[in-house]
Nanobody, 113 residues
């Protein structure tokens, strides 16, 4: 079945960097539009970034210029490089293929000021 496992989260100070990893399985990874989402405490889950199979990328305005999404189809893996982190980036981060109803456990990112 479709599964996602996110990793790489942690606690950093404002201005720091983290690289998140998403491992997908149970579907043709290289053919899929992949997405990152996040959910901050007390808030609804929001879309962060999208990466199409051809390499096109799309970002939420709140992370544009700071976050970069990439993929390694040979490893069924997607990455989210997060630079210049801000306290408002604190959230649990999730990945999935576009249109999926499955969510992984997520990975916690905490940014302190």
């Amino acid at each position: 079945q479709v599964q996602f496992v996110e990793s790489g989260g942690g606690s950093v100070q404002s201005g720091g960097s983290l690289r998140l990893t998403c491992a997908g399985s149970g579907f043709p990874f290289s053919d899929e539009i992949m997405t990152w989402h996040r959910q901050a405490p007390g808030k609804a889950r929001e879309w962060v970034a999208t990466l199409a199979p051809g390499g096109a990328t799309f970002y939420n305005n709140s992370v544009k210029g700071r976050f970069t999404v990439s993929r390694d189809d040979g490893k069924n893996t997607m990455y989210l490089q997060m630079n210049s982190l801000k306290p408002e980036d604190t959230a649990v981060y999730y990945c999935q293929n576009y249109g999926s109803t499955t969510w992984g456990p997520g990975t916690q990112v905490t940014v302190s000021s």
